[in-house]
């Protein structure tokens, strides 16, 4: 499966993004998709993940509150939603699939076999 994640931009402290994750080639049924991101000079964080069966989702124990990740079954896409950025938010957010993990396993970025292009967010003070 291809990914596609897009809605990144630049924006100031305080506002909200929404981001989105399509696949081509195929539907997401049967996946586990994740949402990382990677800040400079820091080592790839995940942030949310979802099982597309069923819809269990799974927040990073330090992100909860701020974010949100969903699916749209009728349009095949996952979207992560950050209410009130900060500076620290300020990273490449990377959109990630697997069909072979389980649920314990969806934090861990070496777990995933499809990784999107990444979608950059830079968060001014």
């Known amino acids: 499966v291809q990914l596609q994640a897009s809605g990144g931009g630049l924006v100031q402290a305080g506002d909200s993004l929404r981001f989105s994750c399509d696949a081509s080639g195929r539907t997401f049924r049967g996946y586990n998709i994740g949402w990382f991101r990677q800040a400079p000079g820091k080592e790839r964080e995940f942030v949310a993940g979802i099982r597309w069966n069923g819809g269990t989702t799974t927040y990073a124990d330090s992100l909860k509150g701020r974010f949100t990740i969903s699916r749209d079954i009728t349009k095949n896409t996952v979207t992560l939603q950050i209410a009130t950025l900060k500076p620290e938010d300020t990273a490449v957010y990377y959109c990630?699939?697997?069909?072979?993990?389980?649920?314990?396993?969806?934090?861990?970025?070496?777990?995933?076999?499809?990784w999107g292009q990444g979608t950059v967010v830079t968060v001014s003070s």
């Open positions: 990630a699939a697997s069909s072979r993990i389980i649920l314990s396993q969806i934090r861990v970025p070496t777990s995933y076999e499809h």
